[in-house]
């Protein structure tokens, strides 16, 4: 079991400073137009899977790092880069971690390699779950699988929401209702492959902030995939739903597993916010150092100091907060107090804030599209919103506090 450690070790450290090269040299340099043109930054992703920074592999040695560190390391300093560009590079391990979890090795062997493609024929894929309905509530899912014995072929119908490259997609990794009698239990995870007849693009929006990453609705329309491309396989599906069944009898409570599943990688996307916050705090710090009136740098007046340390305090608390959650994920330790919530709603929440102190400090040039944290704040409104809202947060934290199950 690794020890919990203040600092990185020497090759973290220089995988840090490689990614920090790639998001200062190639990122930032794009991160305007992309936000301008609202479009997947596709020359930015292939320039990130030329040198292996898009990449299964690179992703799979960060995940098993065994102090918990490598994935929330590189969060933050992908988003430190750019909020909408960085999801667009790892919007893709969302479907790549849910086939992870779920999947067979010949299932993961098969279909993870396919949603990046190579440096050459770059691709993505999409995890879709939220839907119109049914977005903090998972139990009100009403996207449909039902199986076609004869044809050993699970037919799909419904309309996914909020997906992260949803319809633009080599592989979509989509949740459905298979026994609605079990709520949030009865749900399983299809693999759609490419090109399938039925699944389409609905409305993509046009969204506040993280505009180069696409997010749109999917449309599944009798969507028919093979049986093998169930997530983990039929047998232990039936396994699965039967003991469900069982437990819902006896009046059981059943811990649901996907709520489980989101306690445990709500740190990557507290890692997010950080890297956001981080860079607005670093921008508004060198306009202060910089900026004169009346003869000298506004950083000397106390009222502008007073909110630098108040932000750098904010962005290294909501840091240790996220480290912690990602080494007790590492090393097994249970989340007993939501630590995972707690991560990320205070990282979420300390990105909206600072953001706006970084306008704030920047005066009227903060307000505009000039200088990079405008934009900042409005990629920030999305972490107390994704992965869970603050509101669900505080709400998980608080049954974790009472002795409740997480539901």
């Keep these: ?102 999947g067979t090795e010949e299932q993961i062997g098969t279909w993870v390699p396919q949603m990046y493609g190579d440096a050459d024929d770059v691709k993505v894929a999409a995890f879709c779950s939220s839907e119109p309905d049914a977005g903090s509530d998972v139990a009100s899912m009403r996207t449909r699988a039902v199986y076609d014995e004869a044809k050993d072929e699970w037919v799909l119908n419904g309309t996914k929401t909020w997906a992260t ?25 299809f693999i759609v492959p490419p090109h399938t007849p039925g699944l389409s693009q609905g409305q993509k929006f046009k969204k506040h902030g993280i505009r180069a990453s696409h997010t749109a609705e999917v449309v599944l329309e009798d969507v028919r995939v093979p049986g093998h491309c169930l997530l983990g396989g039929k047998e232990k599906l039936d396994e699965r739903l039967a003991r469900a069944r069982e437990r819902a009898q006896g009046g059981e409570r059943v811990r649901n597993a996907a709520m489980a599943t989101f306690e445990a990688s709500r740190p990557a996307v507290g890692a997010m916010a950080v890297g956001t916050a981080r860079a607005a705090y670093e921008e508004a710090l060198e306009y ?33 907060l996220v480290w912690r959650a990602s080494w007790m994920a590492a090393t097994g330790k249970k989340f007993e107090h939501a630590e995972g ?66 539901r």
């Design 341 to 406: 919530s707690m991560s990320k709603l205070f990282a979420s929440e300390t990105a909206k804030e600072v953001t706006a102190q970084a306008i704030q400090i920047l005066g009227g040039n903060g307000f505009t599209r000039e200088y990079p944290v405008e934009r900042m704040h409005r990629d920030a409104a999305i972490y107390t919103i994704f992965e869970g809202t603050s509101e669900i947060q505080r709400l998980v934290i608080a049954r974790a506090l009472a002795g409740m199950p997480i």
């Design 165 to 189: 490259n949803g319809g633009i997609a080599h592989v979509h990794v989509v949740v459905a209702v298979v026994d609605p009698e079990l709520g949030s239990k009865g749900h399983a995870s």
């Design 288 to 320: 202060a150092r910089t900026r004169e009136q009346f003869g000298r740098p506004i950083i000397d007046n106390q009222g502008v100091a007073f909110q630098l340390a108040d932000m750098r305090t904010r962005i290294d608390a909501a840091r240790l």
């Design 1 to 102: 079991m690794a020890e919990f450690t203040m600092e990185l070790n020497d090759e973290q450290r220089e995988v840090r400073d490689w990614i920090h090269g790639f998001a200062a040299d190639v990122m930032r340099p794009a991160a305007a137009e992309w936000d301008e043109r609202e479009e997947t930054p596709w020359p930015v992703i292939q320039e990130a899977a030329k040198i292996g920074l898009y990449s299964l592999d690179f992703y799979a040695q960060q995940f098993f790092d065994p102090t918990g560190l490598g994935i929330p390391m590189t969060m933050e300093e992908l988003f430190w880069g750019d909020a909408g560009i960085a999801l667009s590079i790892v919007g893709t391990g969302l479907a790549a971690v849910g086939v992870l979890a779920n």
